[in-house]
C-alpha cells in the first residue's frame, strides 16, 4: 500500500525530457518522439488525478525552445493545439483545470487560442490543476515580476522595504500555485533548466534515466515513491 499523499504531495512539476532520443533509438524522425509523449502527460494526468494531487506543472515549451528549427517548434505547437482539441472533452470530465505559465503571447494565435478557450471552459473546475509551462522561462518569470515590483516602486505603491520574499512570490506567473514539492526530470539528465527557479527552492529533485515517452503510471509511481522516502527539512534541523 502506497502511503497517503495528500499531506505532503500538492504539487509535482516534470520536466519531460528525452522524446529526441526515444525516436532516435527507434530509427524514427525526431517529431515522432514528441507525438508520443501524449500517452506519457494522460498517464501523469491520471495519477496525479487518483492520487488527489491538487497541481501537476509540466514543462512543455522553454524560453529557450525557439531556437530549435523551425520545421520542430511548428510541430510541437500542432501538436499542442491536436493534444487541446482532442483531450478537452476528457479532461473537463475528470474536473481538470487546464492553466498555462509562461508568455503565452509568444505563441502562435492558433494554439493560443485553443488554450484560452480550454482555459475558460474548466476555469470552474475544482480537481486537479493541470499547468502548461509554455514559452517559460524561469528567468524570464524572476525578470518580468522585476519589472513588475519596479513599476510599483516608481508609481510609489512599494516601498522598497516592503520588498519580501512574499511580495516577490506574490509576482510570479501563477502566485497562487503552491510551490512544487518534487521536481522530476526525466530521461538522465539532472540540471533544471530554468525551470521554476524561484518556486524549486526547496523541493525535492527526482531524476530517472526513463526517457520520457517511455514514463508511464508506473515509473511516476516509482519516482514519486522515491520522493516519498526523502525527509524534507526545510532548512531546519528537523
Ligand atoms: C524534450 O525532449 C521535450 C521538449 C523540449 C518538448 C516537449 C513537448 C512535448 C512533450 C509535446 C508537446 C506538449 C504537449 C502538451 C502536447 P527533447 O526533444 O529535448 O529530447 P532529447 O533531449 O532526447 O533531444
Same mark, same amino acid.
Request: contains cysteine; proline residues 4%.
Given at each position: 500500500? #502506497?502511503?497517503?499523499?495528500?499531506?505532503?504531495? #500538492?504539487?509535482? +512539476?516534470?520536466?519531460?525530457?528525452?522524446?529526441?532520443?526515444?525516436?532516435?533509438?527507434?530509427?524514427?524522425?525526431?517529431?515522432?518522439?514528441?507525438?508520443?509523449?501524449?500517452?506519457?502527460?494522460?498517464?501523469?494526468?491520471?495519477?496525479?488525478?487518483?492520487?488527489?494531487?491538487?497541481?501537476?506543472?509540466?514543462?512543455?515549451?522553454?524560453?529557450?525552445? /525557439?531556437?530549435r528549427p523551425k520545421a520542430e517548434v511548428n510541430f510541437?505547437?500542432?501538436?499542442? @493545439?491536436?493534444? *487541446?482539441?482532442?483531450?478537452?472533452?476528457?479532461?473537463?470530465?475528470?474536473? !481538470?483545470?487546464?492553466?498555462? @505559465?509562461?508568455?503565452?503571447?509568444?505563441?502562435?494565435?492558433?494554439?493560443? $487560442?485553443?488554450?484560452?478557450?480550454?482555459?475558460?471552459?474548466?476555469?470552474?473546475?475544482?480537481?486537479?490543476?493541470?499547468?502548461?509551462?509554455?514559452?517559460?522561462?524561469?528567468?524570464?518569470?524572476? $525578470?518580468?515580476?522585476?519589472? %513588475?515590483?519596479?513599476?510599483? *516602486?516608481?508609481?510609489?505603491?512599494? +516601498?522598497?522595504?516592503?520588498?519580501?520574499?512574499?511580495?516577490?512570490?506574490?509576482?510570479?506567473?501563477?502566485?497562487?500555485?503552491?510551490?512544487?514539492?518534487?521536481?522530476?526530470?526525466? @530521461?538522465?539528465? %539532472? #540540471?533544471?533548466?530554468?525551470?521554476?527557479? /524561484?518556486?524549486?527552492?526547496?523541493?525535492?529533485?527526482?531524476?530517472?534515466? !526513463?526517457? /520520457?515517452?517511455?514514463?508511464?503510471?508506473? %515509473?511516476?509511481?516509482n519516482a514519486l515513491d522515491d520522493y516519498r522516502s526523502?525527509?524534507?527539512?526545510?532548512?531546519?534541523?528537523?
Amino acid at each position: 500500500m #502506497r502511503s497517503d499523499p495528500k499531506a505532503d504531495l #500538492r504539487h509535482i +512539476a516534470i520536466i519531460m525530457d528525452g522524446n529526441g532520443r526515444w525516436a532516435r533509438k527507434r530509427g524514427l524522425t525526431r517529431v515522432k518522439g514528441h507525438s508520443a509523449a501524449e500517452k506519457s502527460i494522460h498517464d501523469a494526468v491520471e495519477v496525479c488525478g487518483e492520487l488527489g494531487v491538487e497541481y501537476l506543472t509540466l514543462y512543455a515549451f522553454s524560453t529557450e525552445n /525557439w531556437t530549435r528549427p523551425k520545421a520542430e517548434v511548428n510541430f510541437i505547437m500542432k501538436l499542442l @493545439s491536436r493534444f *487541446i482539441k482532442g483531450n478537452i472533452d476528457d479532461l473537463d470530465k475528470k474536473n !481538470v483545470r487546464l492553466r498555462t @505559465s509562461g508568455r503565452l503571447n509568444d505563441l502562435p494565435e492558433g494554439p493560443r $487560442k485553443d488554450l484560452e478557450l480550454a482555459m475558460e471552459r474548466t476555469s470552474g473546475n475544482t480537481g486537479l490543476n493541470l499547468i502548461l509551462a509554455l514559452s517559460y522561462g524561469g528567468r524570464a518569470e524572476l $525578470k518580468d515580476a522585476f519589472v %513588475q515590483i519596479a513599476h510599483g *516602486i516608481t508609481a510609489g505603491d512599494i +516601498a522598497p522595504s516592503e520588498i519580501t520574499e512574499e511580495l516577490i512570490s506574490a509576482h510570479m506567473y501563477n502566485s497562487d500555485v503552491p510551490d512544487p514539492d518534487v521536481v522530476i526530470r526525466t @530521461s538522465g539528465e %539532472q #540540471r533544471l533548466s530554468n525551470f521554476l527557479l /524561484w518556486e524549486s527552492a526547496y523541493s525535492e529533485f527526482v531524476f530517472t534515466p !526513463v526517457l /520520457w515517452p517511455d514514463f508511464h503510471a508506473e %515509473q511516476l509511481h516509482n519516482a514519486l515513491d522515491d520522493y516519498r522516502s526523502r525527509k524534507r527539512r526545510f532548512g531546519g534541523l528537523e
